[in-house]
């Protein structure tokens, strides 16, 4: 049985109060979570229109083979990172913003060069790749509001906005069209440790496939992208808990380095 308006507020209504608490939950109640992903993105929709924050752009998660696969046929998830954490390389973002459980995450992203509305039937992907200003290096600050993420229902994580949030935007990646973007190396450095390397080729998504994805995940909910918006496409090397680390960077050989300082 599909949720009720009632419990799709009920669900919205604890999502929206750990991400303005800057706190988490053991999880949903079984009584309002939601059991497809379908029913994740009405949850989802009810927690943005409460939380009322700008877009900067939209990521994906679980998006790579071995997530894919665990998500089975309600994945991959979808999110909106919000303007008021995304900053471009070299910023700072607050601790005190970010919450506990923040999840540093190195990847292959894009800035949007041309509109996309949403229209019915979506994008090929050549069009969503003609509407590509460049492909960026990003780190993905993703923040769920739900204890244990991997040990939730992955359609739980999608309500949660996927557990997007901030982001910061690194240098473009030169000549991206003719590169085969799951080859970089990167390194994602904490205080100046290396504390993650990419992941495997096998276990590296495929980022214009997870571009168009995203554009068509959200122009079948109304919602179009827009020149200027960044689009993120999944962890490229294996997420790290922030902890009490201030200087994060993530080097992608042959392109340079994203960096963010992180106060409080």
């Not at 939950?25 to 409460?50: F, K, T, W, Y």
């Not at 601790?95 to 229209?119: C, K, Q, T």
């Not at 039937?121 to 993703?142: L, M, N, P, R």
């Amino acid at each position: 049985m599909a949720l009720s308006d009632a419990q799709v507020a009920q669900a919205a209504d604890i999502l929206a109060g750990a991400f303005k608490a800057r706190t988490t939950i053991d999880g949903l109640p079984a009584a309002c979570g939601p059991a497809n992903a379908a029913e994740a993105v009405q949850v989802q929709i009810a927690m943005l229109e409460r939380l009322g924050l700008s877009a900067a752009g939209y990521k994906a998660g679980f998006t790579n083979p071995p997530m894919l696969e665990k998500a089975g046929p309600d994945g991959p998830m979808a999110g909106v990172m919000f303007a008021d954490f995304t900053v471009a390389s070299g910023g700072v973002l607050q601790r005190a913003d970010m919450g506990p459980g923040s999840l540093i995450e190195a990847e292959v992203s894009f800035r949007m060069g041309a509109d996309l509305p949403a229209r019915e039937g979506g994008y090929s992907d050549d069009e969503v790749i003609a509407a590509v200003d460049s492909a960026i290096i990003g780190i993905e600050f993703a923040v769920p509001r739900m204890n244990d993420p991997l040990g939730q229902p992955m359609v739980h994580l999608a309500a949660d906005n996927g557990a997007a949030m901030g982001f910061v935007a690194g240098p473009d990646i030169p000549d991206w069209q003719s590169r085969d973007l799951k080859t970089l190396d990167i390194e994602l450095l904490f205080d100046g440790e290396v504390v993650s390397e990419g992941l495997p080729l096998p276990a590296r998504c495929d980022e214009r496939w997870s571009l168009a994805w995203i554009v068509n995940h959200f122009c079948a909910r109304g919602v179009g992208i827009k020149a200027g918006d960044y689009m993120t496409t999944g962890a490229a090397a294996t997420p790290k808990p922030l902890g009490n680390a201030k200087d994060v960077v993530a080097r992608f050989a042959g392109v340079g380095e994203v960096r963010v300082t992180v106060e409080g």
